[in-house]
């Protein structure tokens, strides 16, 4: 399989205060990304976007660019790897 690649693609996240993206809420419009956040919250993932807000969590626009380094094998192994 053949990733389509992304370049420089402007795409939605939810930011914690201290800078560290949560990627699970990668979206391509603010409105997804926060139903995203619902969504997680529904399944006690996390906390309800409402309590993250308040906590200092922000949702932002950044942008992102995305290749490919292999294939399904390559990344099997790699993971397969990492966890001994």
């Given amino acids: 399989m053949k990733l389509d690649e992304l370049k420089e693609e402007e795409i939605y996240v939810l930011v914690a205060p201290d800078g560290t993206a949560q990627l699970s809420t990668l979206a391509p419009d603010y ?3 926060l139903g995203f956040c619902q969504f ?8 309800h976007p409402a309590k ?3 906590q200092g969590y922000e949702i932002l ?6 290749s ?4 399904a094998e390559a990344a099997f192994l790699a993971a ?3 966890l001994g």
């Avoid at 626009?61 to 995305?66: E, G, Q």
């Fill in 31 to 33: 409105a997804q990304c």
């Fill in 40 to 47: 997680l919250a529904s399944k006690n993932v996390c906390q």
């Fill in 52 to 54: 993250l807000f308040k």
């Fill in 61 to 66: 626009m950044v942008k992102v660019s995305m």
């Fill in 68 to 71: 490919q380094m292999g294939d």
């Fill in 80 to 82: 397969k790897k990492k």
